[in-house]
């Protein structure tokens, strides 16, 4: 196997300050709409959002969505994984980060999503104790303006249509239509429709979320091969390399994977059997943020397209983290999908804003956004 470069640029280390507290969090938040995925009406995010103490005075805040088809984690196994480790956590130094994920992993295997809110709350306070920016620990900034991803996905045809012309004329460049939901004839004939309305010159994608069969899926893209689409995602089931393998030589749209990617070695294997021309990199499947830097830089050794994307719905720390992801790695080819966008309220003082289709990288220490306890306490589940 390809070995997985890392960045050019070392991690700045900050001076050393002691883990003081660790604390898992159970929130539900609400959607400013439900959205309908294949197979799944999301009318709540359920996440897991983590605060850490040090003992220099400063806090960190990280989150992780639940999404149990992807990741195998509930926020009920996060809470219970992330309760399980912050005893042998608390203490510790923070001035390297990376030997406290290798400690998670001796811990206990998988729980990448748990391990994820942990990670990313030890860079937001890292951040903040030595006055840096998060991308800063990450390497530095190659960007600090990106275009994001708007998620068409209603429901219904003409909600779609209707939305398509609301996104555009509010400046978005780049779009993700969610398909997969039922007859692929159907979803063609509304990833048409979309497609006409949004014309040429902007970033087009569909996702289908495992929601198709082999066949569906090639006759999906059969019947969308004349549209402007700039990739395809996650047709069929993340397990079937060759289901993926069939349907992208089977179209000139390049496929990506998402649901199909929780390793580097899924990055190689998609690659070496031409399955996918891209991925879709999460903070959840690849362990934190680090881990989705790794992957970013081997996706460039291998020629293969990014997408960085939190899950439907996090709230504005994840966003946040996103975007310093954002301007750290090497290249976002496709776009950049945050989903604090979707929720009617947010558990951040100043959320992440998304003008004429583009966010901007926060340029504060750690995370570079205030969190509101009192709000994240409003919607704390207890468990």
Known sequence: MTAIATPARPHNKTAAAAIKRIEPIAVSLPMAKPMKMAGVLIERADNVLVKVELDSGHTGWGEAASAHSMTGETVESMMAALRYMLPALTGLADDDIGDISARMDRLMYGNQSAKSALEMALHDAAGKAAGKPVYELLGGRRRSRVPVLWL?????????????????A?????????????????????????????????????????????EQAIAYVEA????????????????????????????????????????????????????ARGASLKTIKLGGLRGVC????????????????????????????????????????????????????????????????HAEVPAGAGLGIEVDEARVRRYQRNL
């Open 152 to 168: 068409i996905g209603t429901g219904s045809t003409d909600g779609d249509v209707e939305e398509a012309h609301r996104k555009l």
């Open 170 to 214: 509010a400046g978005f460049v780049a779009y993700k239509i969610k398909v997969g939901t039922g007859d692929p004839r159907d979803d063609a004939e509304r990833t048409r429709r979309i497609c006409k309305v949004l014309g040429k010159g902007h970033l087009i994608s569909a996702d289908a979320n495992q929601g198709y069969s082999v």
């Open 224 to 275: 969308v091969a004349d549209t402007p689409l700039d990739f395809f995602e996650q047709p069929v089931a993340g397990h079937d390399l060759a289901g993926m393998a069939r349907v992208a030589a089977a179209t000139r749209i390049p496929i990506g994977f998402d649901e199909g990617l929780h390793s580097a070695d899924d990055l190689e294997r998609h690659h070496e059997a031409r399955a």
């Open 294 to 357: 790794r992957a970013a830089e081997l996706c460039q050794s291998l020629g293969m397209q990014v997408n960085l994307a939190c899950k439907v719905a996090e709230s504005g720390i994840a966003a946040a983290a996103m975007l310093h992801l954002a301007a750290a790695v090497p290249a976002c080819e496709w776009g950049v999908s945050l989903s604090n966008q979707y929720l009617a309220d947010d558990v951040v003082r100043a959320p992440v804003k998304v003008v004429s289709g």
